[in-house]
C-alpha cells in the first residue's frame, strides 16, 4: 500500500472527529477520498488563514527552514508566530529538527505550493530580503528567491557570486547552472557580459559539454571583436574547443591568429598561452616536432607557477610522444610538485595521468595503474569527464600489459562511452585500436578487433594522423596474418612502417617491425624475419623498452631455427627466458617458442619444461576471464598450440565439479547436486590422429565416456573450456558424433531420466 495515504487519512480523519465533537455534533460517517493529494487538499483547507500564511512561507523557502527566518519574513509578533508554528507541528505537517522545520512529506509541500495560485513572488521577495539581512553569504538562496520573484537584476550579483564560489570548489555542475541563471536573468554591459560568458565557458569545457561550450564561445568572440587583447583570449579558448573537437586545422589557425596578436602587444604570459594551445594541436594531430618546440617556446615564457605547470606537463607528453622518457618524466614531476602547490586538482590529475604513461612506455605496467587509478579519482570528484575518459582508457592499456585482462576490457568500454558521450572521436579512436589488441591478441575476437580497427583508421585516415593510423594498420596486420591472408598482412605492415617514417614513433616503429617478423617467419622468409627482429631488438635497447625484448629474441631463435641454425636458436631462445618479465602481454609465447627449440633438439625433458611454462603463463593470464572469453580465448591457434604441446609429452587430466545426471534442470543447482570427474583431456595417443577435428572429436567423445561412467552431465561450456575450444565448434562436434550414431548427454539437452 500507500504509507502516505494511510498517515493521510488516519490524520484527516482524527482531525475531522475532533473537529465535529468539538462543535456538540454526533460522529457522522468520514467520506474517504479517491487519492492522497485530495487528503492532503482537505487537510489544508482546514487550516487557518494565519497558520496557512505561516506554511505558505515554509514552502516557498524549501523543503526545510529556519524559523527566525519565516518568522522575519512574516513580520508577525513572534508569540503568535510560534503558535501558529506548534499547530502545524501537532497536526503532523511540519516536525522540528534544531530549529529548523521540516515538511513530513514533500507531497504536503507540493500541495501547498500549487495552492498559492499568483502569490508566490511577493513570498519569494520576502525570503529573499530576510536571507540579504540575515545571511547574505547564503548567495545560492538569494538567488533562487530573487528569480522566483522576478527579480532578475537583484539575482545576478547573487547567482554570479554562488557560480564562483562553485567553480572555485570545483562544484562545475553546480557552477554552470549559476553561470546560466546569471546569464539568462540579468542584464550586463558587453564587457561585463564577455567576462561571465569566459568563466561559463571554462567550466563547460571541464564538463565536456562541447555544443553548449561552442554556442558560448560564438558569443564571446562576437562581444571581443575591437578588443586585441580580449578578442585574442576568446580565439585562445575557441582553438582549445576546436582541437578537443578534433578540427584540428581550424584550431591551428585560430590559435595563430591569437599568437599573432599577443605577439604584438608583447604580453608573454599570452603568447605562452597560445603556444600552449598549439603545442597540444600538435601532439594530437601528430605533428610531434612542432608540438614540442612550441612548448619548449611557451614554458621559457611561463609568467607564473600555475602557467609553468600547465606547460610543462604538456610538453611532458610531448616529449613521451617522441620517446625521451627521462625528460618527459622530469617535467612530468616538476609539474605535479607545481599543481600540488597550487591546489589545482585538475592538473594533479593530468600530470599523473601522465606519469603513467611514461612508467607504461618504460615498462611498469604497475606502477602505471597506480598513476592511472589516482588521476582517475581526482577527475570524477571534480566532474572533469575529459580527464575521466583519458585515464581510464590509459588505465585499461596498463592493466592490459599488467595481465589483468578483464579489468583491461572494462576500462576500455568505460572510455569508449565517455568520449562517444562528448562527442570526442578521437578519444573513442584511440581507445578502440587499442581494444582491437587486446580483442585480439588475448581474447581471440578478430571480427571485434577488426571492426575496432577499421573504424579508428577511418578516423585516423581523415584527420591525418599518421600515428594513430601505424597502430591500427598493425592490428589489422596480425589479423590478416592469423586468417592466413599473408599479401594483404604484408601491406597494412609496408603502410604502417611509411606512416611511423613520416611521424617519427619509433615506439610504434618496434610494434610494426615484431609483427614483420612473424608475418615472414610465417611466410617461410627466415632470413627477413631475423632481420626485422633483430632491427627491433636494436630500437628496443636504444630507447630502453626492456619488455620488449624477450618476444622479440624467440621470434629471432625461431628464424634460426629454421635457417638451420641450432645453436644460434638455443642461445636466442634461452636468453629470451632469462629476460622475460612475467605479465608482460603474450608472455607465454617465450617459453612456447624454448620449448619448440628444445623439442628440435630431441631434449624432450627440457621442452617439456618449457612447455608446462608457458601453459602456467597462459593459464594465468586468461583465469579471470568469463568461461565464453575463456573458450574463444583458447580456441585462436597460438593459446591452442601451447594446450597442444603440454598434451603431446603426458596424458593431461583434470578435476571438475559436473552436475549429477539426475538433477533436474531449471532449477538453481545446489552443493549436493554435484559429483567429481577426473577428466583425461588430453593423452599421447590423440596425436596419432593427423585432422584436427578428429582428433578433438575423439577426445570429446572420451570426456563424455568419463563423464558417464560417473553419472554425471556436462554443460556445452565445460566441454569447450577442456578441449580449448569454442562453444560453437563443440556444438558442432556434438552434432556430427549424434549423426554418426554415438550416444550423446550433455546438460540442458537431455531428455529427463525416466
Same mark, same amino acid.
Given at each position: 500500500?500507500?504509507?502516505?495515504?494511510?498517515?493521510?487519512?488516519?490524520?484527516?480523519?482524527?482531525?475531522?472527529? /475532533?473537529?465535529?465533537?468539538?462543535?456538540?455534533?454526533?460522529?457522522?460517517?468520514?467520506?474517504?477520498?479517491?487519492?492522497?493529494?485530495?487528503?492532503?487538499?482537505?487537510?489544508?483547507?482546514?487550516?487557518?488563514?494565519?497558520?496557512?500564511?505561516?506554511?505558505?512561507?515554509?514552502?516557498?523557502?524549501?523543503?526545510?527552514?529556519?524559523?527566525?527566518?519565516?518568522?522575519?519574513?512574516?513580520?508577525?509578533?513572534?508569540?503568535?508566530?510560534?503558535?501558529?508554528?506548534?499547530?502545524?507541528?501537532?497536526?503532523?505537517?511540519?516536525?522540528?529538527?534544531?530549529?529548523?522545520?521540516?515538511?513530513?512529506?514533500?507531497?504536503?509541500?507540493?500541495?501547498? +505550493?500549487?495552492? +498559492?495560485?499568483? =502569490?508566490?513572488?511577493?513570498?519569494?521577495?520576502?525570503?529573499?530580503?530576510?536571507?540579504?539581512?540575515?545571511?547574505?553569504?547564503?548567495?545560492?538562496?538569494?538567488?533562487?528567491?530573487?528569480?522566483?520573484?522576478?527579480?532578475?537584476?537583484?539575482?545576478?550579483?547573487?547567482?554570479?557570486?554562488?557560480?564562483?564560489?562553485?567553480?572555485?570548489?570545483?562544484?562545475?555542475?553546480?557552477?554552470?547552472?549559476?553561470?546560466?541563471?546569471?546569464?539568462?536573468?540579468?542584464?550586463?554591459?558587453?564587457?561585463?557580459?564577455?567576462? /561571465?560568458?569566459? =568563466?561559463?565557458?571554462?567550466?563547460?569545457?571541464?564538463?565536456?559539454?562541447?555544443?553548449?561550450?561552442?554556442? /558560448?564561445?560564438?558569443?564571446?568572440?562576437?562581444?571581443?571583436?575591437?578588443?586585441?587583447?580580449?578578442?585574442?583570449?576568446?580565439?585562445?579558448? @575557441?582553438?582549445?574547443?576546436?582541437?578537443?573537437?578534433?578540427?584540428?586545422?581550424? %584550431?591551428?589557425?585560430?590559435?595563430?591568429?591569437?599568437?599573432?596578436?599577443?605577439?604584438?602587444?608583447?604580453?608573454?604570459?599570452?603568447?605562452?598561452?597560445?603556444?600552449?594551445?598549439?603545442?597540444?594541436?600538435?601532439?594530437?594531430?601528430?605533428?610531434?616536432?612542432?608540438?614540442?618546440?612550441?612548448?619548449?617556446?611557451?614554458?621559457?615564457?611561463?609568467?607564473?607557477?600555475?602557467?609553468?605547470?600547465?606547460?610543462?606537463?604538456?610538453?611532458?607528453?610531448?616529449?613521451?610522444?617522441?620517446?625521451?622518457?627521462?625528460?618527459?618524466?622530469?617535467?612530468?614531476?616538476?609539474?605535479?610538485?607545481?599543481?600540488?602547490?597550487?591546489?589545482?586538482?585538475?592538473?594533479?590529475?593530468?600530470?599523473?595521468?601522465?606519469?603513467?604513461?611514461?612508467?607504461?612506455?618504460?615498462?611498469?605496467?604497475?606502477?602505471?595503474?597506480?598513476?592511472?587509478?589516482?588521476?582517475?579519482? +581526482?577527475?570524477?570528484?571534480?566532474?572533469?569527464?575529459?580527464?575521466?575518459?583519458?585515464?581510464?582508457?590509459?588505465?585499461?592499456?596498463?592493466?592490459?600489459?599488467?595481465?589483468?585482462?578483464?579489468?583491461?576490457?572494462?576500462?576500455?568500454?568505460?572510455?569508449?562511452?565517455?568520449?562517444?558521450?562528448?562527442?570526442?572521436?578521437?578519444?573513442?579512436?584511440?581507445?578502440?585500436?587499442? %581494444?582491437?589488441?587486446?580483442?585480439?591478441?588475448? *581474447?581471440?575476437?578478430?571480427?571485434?578487433?577488426?571492426?575496432?580497427?577499421?573504424?579508428?583508421?577511418?578516423?585516423?585516415?581523415?584527420?591525418?594522423?599518421?600515428?594513430?593510423?601505424?597502430?591500427?594498420?598493425?592490428?589489422?596486420?596480425?589479423?590478416?596474418?592469423?586468417?592466413?591472408?599473408?599479401?594483404?598482412?604484408?601491406?597494412?605492415?609496408?603502410?604502417?612502417? @611509411?606512416?611511423?617514417?613520416?611521424? =617519427?614513433?619509433?615506439?610504434?616503429?618496434?610494434?610494426?617491425?615484431?609483427?614483420?617478423?612473424?608475418?615472414?617467419?610465417?611466410?617461410?622468409?627466415?632470413?627477413?624475419?631475423?632481420?626485422?627482429?633483430?632491427?627491433?631488438?636494436?630500437?628496443?635497447?636504444? +630507447? =630502453?623498452?626492456?619488455?620488449?625484448?624477450?618476444?622479440?629474441?624467440?621470434?629471432?631463435?625461431?628464424?634460426?631455427?629454421?635457417?638451420?641454425?641450432?645453436?644460434?636458436?638455443?642461445?636466442?631462445?634461452?636468453?629470451?627466458?632469462?629476460?622475460?618479465?612475467?605479465?608482460t602481454d603474450q608472455d607465454y609465447l617465450v617459453p612456447y617458442r624454448r620449448g619448440l627449440v628444445l623439442e628440435?633438439?630431441?631434449?624432450?625433458?627440457?621442452?617439456?619444461?618449457?612447455?608446462?611454462?608457458?601453459?602456467?603463463?597462459?593459464?594465468?593470464?586468461?583465469?579471470?576471464?568469463?568461461?565464453?572469453?575463456?573458450?574463444?580465448?583458447?580456441?585462436?591457434?597460438?593459446?591452442?598450440?601451447?594446450?597442444?604441446?603440454?598434451?603431446?609429452?603426458?596424458?593431461?587430466?583434470? $578435476?571438475?565439479?559436473?552436475?549429477?545426471?539426475? *538433477?533436474?534442470?531449471?532449477?538453481?543447482?545446489?552443493?549436493?547436486?554435484?559429483?567429481?570427474?577426473?577428466?583425461?583431456? %588430453?593423452?599421447?595417443?590423440?596425436?596419432?590422429?593427423?585432422?584436427?577435428?578428429?582428433?578433438?572429436?575423439?577426445?570429446?567423445?572420451?570426456?563424455?565416456?568419463?563423464?558417464?561412467?560417473?553419472?554425471?552431465?556436462?554443460?556445452?561450456?565445460?566441454?569447450?573450456?577442456?578441449?580449448?575450444?569454442?562453444?560453437?565448434?563443440?556444438?558442432?562436434?556434438? $552434432?556430427?558424433?549424434?549423426?554418426?550414431?554415438?550416444?550423446? /548427454?550433455?546438460?540442458?539437452?537431455?531428455?529427463?531420466?525416466?
Open positions: 500500500g500507500n504509507p502516505l495515504f494511510v498517515l493521510e487519512t488516519l490524520r484527516a480523519l482524527h482531525e475531522h472527529n /475532533v473537529a465535529v465533537a468539538e462543535a456538540g455534533e454526533a460522529v457522522d460517517e468520514f467520506p474517504l477520498p479517491a487519492t492522497v493529494q485530495d487528503l492532503i487538499s482537505r487537510r489544508l483547507r482546514s487550516l487557518s488563514t494565519a497558520d496557512r500564511a505561516i506554511l505558505d512561507l515554509f514552502a516557498v523557502a524549501g523543503l526545510e527552514a529556519d524559523a527566525s527566518v519565516i518568522a522575519a519574513a512574516l513580520d508577525r509578533p513572534r508569540p503568535e508566530f510560534f503558535e501558529g508554528l506548534d499547530v502545524l507541528v501537532a497536526r503532523g505537517i511540519l516536525f522540528e529538527r534544531e530549529n529548523r522545520y521540516r515538511f513530513r512529506h514533500e507531497q504536503v509541500r507540493r500541495a501547498v +505550493l500549487e495552492d +498559492l495560485a499568483g =502569490g508566490g513572488p511577493d513570498l519569494h521577495r520576502a525570503v529573499a530580503a530576510v536571507l540579504e539581512r540575515l545571511t547574505p553569504a547564503d548567495s545560492e538562496a538569494i538567488a533562487h528567491h530573487f528569480v522566483a520573484a522576478g527579480l532578475g537584476g537583484a539575482a545576478k550579483p547573487y547567482a554570479l557570486r554562488a557560480a564562483e564560489r562553485a567553480q572555485a570548489m570545483r562544484a562545475y555542475a553546480t557552477a554552470a547552472n549559476h553561470y546560466r541563471t546569471a546569464l539568462a536573468v540579468g542584464s550586463f554591459a558587453d564587457d561585463e557580459r564577455l567576462d /561571465v560568458l569566459f =568563466g561559463y565557458e571554462q567550466v563547460l569545457d571541464v564538463l565536456g559539454r562541447r555544443d553548449d561550450q561552442a554556442i /558560448v564561445l560564438a558569443e564571446m568572440r562576437s562581444l571581443a571583436d575591437i578588443d586585441g587583447t580580449r578578442r585574442a583570449a576568446a580565439l585562445r579558448r @575557441a582553438a582549445w574547443h576546436s582541437a578537443h573537437t578534433d578540427r584540428f586545422d581550424e %584550431a591551428r589557425s585560430v590559435a595563430s591568429e591569437a599568437l599573432t596578436i599577443d605577439t604584438v602587444t608583447g604580453d608573454d604570459s599570452a603568447i605562452g598561452e597560445d603556444r600552449l594551445v598549439l603545442g597540444m594541436v600538435g601532439l594530437w594531430s601528430g605533428d610531434l616536432a612542432a608540438a614540442v618546440d612550441h612548448l619548449r617556446e611557451g614554458a621559457a615564457l611561463a609568467t607564473t607557477a600555475a602557467q609553468q605547470g600547465q606547460l610543462r606537463r604538456a610538453l611532458g607528453s610531448a616529449l613521451s610522444a617522441v620517446q625521451e622518457y627521462e625528460e618527459a618524466e622530469r617535467e612530468a614531476q616538476a609539474a605535479l610538485e607545481l599543481f600540488g602547490d597550487a591546489d589545482d586538482r585538475r592538473g594533479e590529475a593530468e600530470a599523473l595521468g601522465l606519469l603513467g604513461v611514461i612508467t607504461m612506455e618504460r615498462g611498469d605496467a604497475g606502477e602505471a595503474v597506480s598513476h592511472y587509478d589516482r588521476a582517475v579519482m +581526482l577527475c570524477r570528484e571534480i566532474g572533469y569527464r575529459h580527464g575521466e575518459a583519458v585515464n581510464t582508457a590509459n588505465r585499461g592499456n596498463a592493466l592490459w600489459y599488467a595481465g589483468r585482462i578483464p579489468g583491461a576490457l572494462t576500462s576500455f568500454g568505460e572510455a569508449i562511452d565517455l568520449f562517444r558521450s562528448m562527442g570526442n572521436r578521437r578519444g573513442e579512436a584511440l581507445v578502440q585500436a587499442n %581494444a582491437a589488441s587486446i580483442h585480439h591478441s588475448v *581474447v581471440g575476437d578478430d571480427v571485434t578487433a577488426a571492426e575496432y580497427s577499421r573504424s579508428a583508421l577511418d578516423y585516423f585516415v581523415e584527420v591525418g594522423n599518421e600515428d594513430g593510423a601505424a597502430q591500427v594498420l598493425c592490428n589489422l596486420a596480425d589479423i590478416e596474418r592469423r586468417a592466413g591472408h599473408l599479401t594483404a598482412a604484408a601491406g597494412h605492415i609496408r603502410d604502417g612502417l @611509411a606512416a611511423v617514417e613520416r611521424a =617519427g614513433n619509433r615506439w610504434l616503429e618496434v610494434q610494426l617491425l615484431s609483427s614483420d617478423a612473424q608475418l615472414r617467419l610465417a611466410a617461410g622468409d627466415h632470413d627477413g624475419a631475423e632481420s626485422a627482429a633483430r632491427a627491433a631488438l636494436s630500437l628496443c635497447r636504444e +630507447l =630502453g623498452l626492456s619488455d620488449f625484448e624477450a618476444g622479440l629474441l624467440s621470434v629471432s631463435g625461431l628464424a634460426k631455427l629454421a635457417a638451420g641454425d641450432d645453436a644460434g636458436a638455443q642461445s636466442a631462445t634461452a636468453e629470451a627466458v632469462r629476460l622475460l618479465s612475467p605479465g628440435a633438439a630431441a631434449m624432450p625433458d627440457a621442452a617439456s619444461a618449457a612447455f608446462g611454462d608457458a601453459h602456467e603463463l597462459l593459464t594465468r593470464r586468461l583465469q579471470d576471464l568469463t568461461t565464453d572469453q575463456r573458450s574463444s580465448a583458447l580456441a585462436t591457434p597460438e593459446h591452442r598450440a601451447i594446450v597442444e604441446a603440454v598434451t603431446r609429452r603426458h596424458p593431461t587430466t583434470r $578435476q571438475v565439479r559436473l552436475a549429477r545426471r539426475d *538433477v533436474p534442470t531449471g532449477r538453481p543447482l545446489q552443493d549436493a547436486d554435484f559429483i567429481l570427474v577426473v577428466w583425461t583431456v %588430453a593423452a599421447p595417443e590423440d596425436d596419432a590422429i593427423a585432422d584436427p577435428g578428429e582428433r578433438r572429436r575423439h577426445r570429446l567423445r572420451r570426456l563424455l565416456a568419463e563423464t558417464e561412467a560417473h553419472q554425471a552431465a556436462a554443460t556445452i561450456p565445460e566441454l569447450a573450456l577442456a578441449l580449448g575450444a569454442s562453444a560453437r565448434t563443440v556444438r558442432r562436434d556434438l $552434432q556430427a558424433l549424434r549423426l554418426a550414431g554415438v550416444p550423446v /548427454v550433455t546438460r540442458g539437452s537431455r531428455s529427463p531420466a525416466s
